[in-house]
C-alpha cells in the first residue's frame, strides 16, 4: 500500500500549485502513470480519495493518463512495447531489453476554478 | 494500516522517539474528525463521522475581492512533476552527504523471513576488523533488530515505520543525522521486509541488494518484477537449505535475467557461511570505488571541508 505515500506526493504536488495559481478549488487532476510503473492505479485512486479529503482537491475527479511500456530491444536494434518486466521481445523472444518508457509517474495538470 | 482510509498514522520512530514529518499543509483526514465516513479499524477504535466536511461557497480573494466559487472561471495549470520528486530530492541530498563522506551504502531489501539481518551480523563480523560500518534498520515495530546489530558493536538507528510498509529517504536523511556514519564506511540500510512497496523509494543508497531465500519458491522474480528490476544485486540466501527444498538456482537467475538483464547472482548462506566471500569481497571493492569518487571529486571535498570546519568552529566555541 505504498498508493498512500504516492496519493499523499500527488497532494504536495497539487496543493503547492493551486496556492502559487491562487486557485480555491482542484476539480481535476490529471496524472501520467506509466504502464511500467510501481503502482496500481485502482488502489491509488482509493487512496487519493481518502487523503484529498478536507483538502483544496476535495471530491477532485483523478484522470489517469496510460502511457505504454516500451524498451529498446538490443538484437533487434529498435523500439518495441512491452506490456510488462520479464516480457520478452514480440519480435525476437529476446530479453535483452532496455526499458525506455512506461516508468513515468507525474502529476500532469489540474484543473482548478 | 487500516484497510478503510489506508491511513499509517504518521507513526515513524527513529530509535523510538516520534519524527515530526513535514505533512501537508491541507487538513488531512486525521486532522479533521468528520472528514471520513466512520469506519473501524483493526484494532477496534472507530475513526471519522458521517457527517460531511463543510466547504465555504465564498472566501476572500486578493486585494479584497470577494469570489464565490462557483462563478470563478475554470482553468486547467499545467504542472508536469514527478510524483516522487520529493522523495527523489531527499535521496539526492542523502547521496550527496554518502558521496562527500565516501560511504558505500547498501539498501537490502526481500519479504520478511529472507534471512536479512542474520545476513547483516555475519557481515559485520567478518569486516567490522577492517571497515567502519553502520545500519538503518527499518521495521514496522520494535527495536529487536537493531539489538541485534548492536550486540556486534556496530553502530545501528533502528526507523520504525508503524503500519508504513517502506522506508522513504526522509526516514534515511533524519537516520544519517542521528548516525552520523564514519568517513570511508559502509553504511547498510535493512528495509522493511516487503518485496513490492520498497522498490519504488530511492533512499540515496549506492546499490539495492535484493535477498531471496531458497525457501522462498524460484519463481519470486516473476510474481514481483519490480523488486528485481530495481536491484543490483541479487543473493540466494539459506543455499545449505537446498537438499531440503525444491529450489532450481539456476531458473531462479534466469528469471531474475529476464527481467533485469545481467543482474549479478551469489549464492550464500548467512547461517552456514557458505558463498560469503563473494559477498563480502564484492563490498569490499564497493567501498574502494566509493573512496576513490569522492577523492576525485573536488567539489565534494570542498562541502566536506566546509561541513568539517563548521563543526571545528563550533567545538571550539564549546571549549
Given amino acids: ?54 483538502s483544496v482537491a476535495d471530491g477532485a475527479a483523478l484522470e489517469i493518463e496510460t502511457r505504454p511500456g516500451m524498451a529498446w530491444c538490443m538484437p533487434c536494434g529498435e523500439h518495441v512495447a512491452l506490456a510488462g518486466f520479464g516480457d520478452a521481445c514480440p519480435n525476437c523472444g529476446s530479453y535483452q531489453l532496455q526499458v525506455v518508457g512506461g516508468e513515468e509517474m507525474r502529476v500532469k495538470e489540474i484543473g482548478v476554478r | 494500516m487500516c484497510t478503510t482510509c489506508g491511513c499509517s498514522h504518521g507513526e515513524t520512530r527513529i530509535d523510538g522517539v516520534p519524527t515530526p514529518r513535514t505533512g501537508s499543509r491541507s487538513a488531512f483526514h486525521h486532522a479533521d474528525p ?4 466512520l469506519h473501524r479499524h483493526a484494532d477496534g477504535s472507530w475513526h471519522g463521522s458521517l457527517r460531511p466536511t463543510a466547504r465555504p461557497a465564498r472566501h476572500a ?65 567478518a569486516l567490522k576488523a577492517s571497515l567502519a560500518m553502520a545500519v538503518v534498520e527499518g521495521d514496522q515495530q520494535t527495536s529487536l533488530d537493531a539489538d ?54 530511492d533512499l540515496g543508497e549506492t546499490h539495492k541488494v535484493v535477498i531471496l531465500s531458497v525457501t522462498e519458491g524460484d519463481d519470486k522474480p516473476q510474481k514481483y518484477p519490480d523488486m528485481f528490476r530495481a536491484a543490483d544485486l541479487m543473493l540466494i540466501n539459506k543455499v545449505d537449505l ?33 558463498g560469503l566471500a563473494a559477498w563480502l569481497s564484492w563490498i569490499e571493492h564497493g567501498c574502494a570505488a566509493a573512496r576513490n569518487a569522492r577523492d576525485r571529486n573536488a567539489e565534494g571535498l570542498r ?12 567545538a571550539a566555541r564549546g571549549s
Fill in chain 2, 148 to 201: 541485534r546489530i548492536r550486540a556486534t558493536g556496530a553502530a545501528a538507528v533502528q526507523i520504525n515505520t508503524g503500519r508504513g510498509c517502506h522506508l522513504d529517504a526522509q526516514m534515511v536523511g533524519d537516520a544519517l543525522t542521528t548516525l552520523d556514519p564514519a568517513e570511508d564506511s559502509l553504511l547498510l540500510i535493512e528495509n522493511v521486509g516487503n518485496l513490492v512497496c520498497p522498490a519504488a523509494f
Fill in chain 2, 61 to 125: 480573494a486578493p486585494l479584497g475581492a470577494v469570489h464565490d466559487a462557483a462563478l470563478a472561471a475554470d482553468r486547467v495549470v499545467a504542472i508536469e512533476q514527478d510524483i516522487l520528486a520529493r522523495n527523489d530530492a531527499f535521496a539526492q541530498r542523502n547521496r550527496q552527504t554518502m558521496h562527500d563522506r565516501g560511504i558505500f551504502a547498501l539498501n537490502l531489501v526481500s519479504s520478511p523471513g529472507s534471512g536479512k539481518t542474520t545476513l547483516l551480523v555475519r557481515t559485520i563480523e
Fill in chain 2, 34 to 37: 468528520r472528514a471520513l465516513p
Fill in chain 1, 1 to 54: 500500500m505504498h498508493e498512500v505515500a504516492l496519493a499523499e506526493g500527488v497532494l504536495r504536488i497539487v496543493e503547492d500549485a493551486a496556492i502559487r495559481c491562487q486557485a480555491s478549488r482542484v476539480h481535476t487532476v490529471w496524472l501520467e502513470i506509466g504502464a511500467l510503473a510501481h503502482v496500481e492505479p485502482r488502489a491509488l485512486r482509493f487512496c487519493f480519495d481518502a487523503v484529498t479529503r478536507g
Fill in chain 2, 242 to 274: 537446498l537438499p531440503y527444498v525444491a529450489f532450481d538456482v539456476d531458473a531462479a537467475s534466469a528469471r531474475a535475467r529476464a527481467i533485469r538483464p545481467g543482474l549479478p547472482v551469489m549464492c550464500v548462506s548467512a547461517t552456514s557461511g557458505e
Fill in chain 2, 303 to 314: 562541502r566536506r571541508v566546509a561541513e568539517l570546519e563548521a563543526k571545528l568552529a563550533a
